[in-house]
């Protein structure tokens, strides 16, 4: 039988979706210069209501997660309740949205807090940060076993806050080489206590973050980004796959929401997952809600998902073109190209 794509769908028997349709999550850098999200981020997300979930940008969780200029944070007040505008705009047009939590490490800069640059280990990322070239990133600080604690505690914070935002759930960022996924790969974690050097040494942090969130707003309600692949500030090592074969079973045994792919492009096969691509090995490695992601159009995600790559699709750069993009599969027209033009300015 064929899958509907705009069918609804729902997540662990509680959340309802619209549609098998999810807006990825896209860095924007539109909040103000306290990081609080603007009335265009405001009109931004509720324009794009009627996909089945929106992932917002990522949000960072506390001052030293930050990496990128005007990135929006969720860890004051004031950021809080700019939260709250956007998700009572999509809520009013009948939308869904989860609060994608983000902390960056070691691709973390001084210049926007004035602090150590956290990590699993003093291992930097070389070149400088995007937008800003100026700023050449630093050696990181390995974060101690407080350290840890107190990002496992601001996580779960982050979380708390995101609830009161009027987030519909959380999606923690464990992807595309930032702090989570730095424990998760030999490149950037050389530890050689209980973080580190095993896989189940190295999936700690993860599953700490996880179990401290599920406390807050419930498994239901907990979603996790990771990449596998995808080596993104980070260089393969084929010893990463037994760290996430032992994570994922963790993961499913945890009865998330979903479990969302970390890829640019999907076609993308790597030698330390032999061979496979990041779809392919999370379906492999993870039975439950799984949603796709990297280059996929409407029709060839539905191919996928007939199937059985994935459950759910989250479509990132035709959304940043076409605000309307659902009613226009729905009616058949024209979706416009997206351009790299198009990433500056917020439609």
């Known amino acids: 039988m064929s899958t509907d794509l705009l069918s609804p769908f729902k997540l662990n028997n509680s959340i309802e979706l619209q549609n098998r349709v999810l807006m990825a999550p896209l860095t924007r850098c539109m909040a103000d210069d306290n990081l609080v999200p603007t009335q265009a981020m405001v009109d931004y997300y509720a324009r794009r209501a009627d996909v089945g979930l929106i992932i917002s940008e990522a949000i960072i969780i506390r001052a030293d997660a930050q990496g990128y200029p005007n990135t929006p944070g969720i860890f004051t007040s004031e950021q809080i309740q700019g939260w709250k505008k956007v998700t009572d705009a999509v809520h009013a047009n009948g939308g869904k949205i989860f609060a994608q939590l983000w902390h960056v490490g070691r691709v973390a800069h001084p210049h926007f807090f004035g602090g150590d640059v956290l990590a699993p280990s003093a291992i930097g990322v070389e070149g400088s940060v995007p937008r800003m070239r100026e700023l050449t990133y630093v050696t990181p600080k390995p974060a101690t076993k407080d350290d840890i604690k107190g990002l496992v505690a601001d996580y779960a914070k982050a979380a708390e806050n995101a609830m009161e935002a009027g987030f519909d759930g959380v999606e923690i960022h464990g992807a595309n080489g930032y702090l989570i996924d730095q424990f998760l790969h030999y490149a950037a974690n050389e530890r050689d206590d209980e ?153």
């Not at 999907?266 to 796709?292: I, N, Q």
């Open 195 to 347: 973080y580190g050097q095993t896989p189940e040494n190295m999936s700690r942090f993860a599953l700490e973050v996880t179990d401290a969130i599920i406390k807050i707003v419930g498994n239901e309600r907990t979603a996790m980004r990771l990449t596998p692949g995808a080596y993104f500030n980070m260089s393969e090592d084929s010893r990463d796959k037994a760290v996430f074969d032992y994570l994922l079973p963790e993961l499913e045994n945890r009865k998330l929401a979903y479990l969302h792919g970390g890829i640019f492009d999907d076609s993308m096969r790597f030698d330390s997952l032999d061979g496979k691509s990041t779809s392919e090995f999370l379906r492999a490695g993870y039975k439950g809600t799984l949603v796709g992601v990297g280059s996929y159009s409407f029709e060839t995600a539905k191919e996928a998902i007939n199937d059985n790559k994935f459950d759910l699709i989250a479509i990132g750069r035709p959304l940043i073109a076409n605000p309307d993009y659902i009613s226009k599969i729905k009616n058949g027209e024209e979706v416009i190209a997206y351009n790299d033009e198009m990433l500056a300015k917020l439609v």
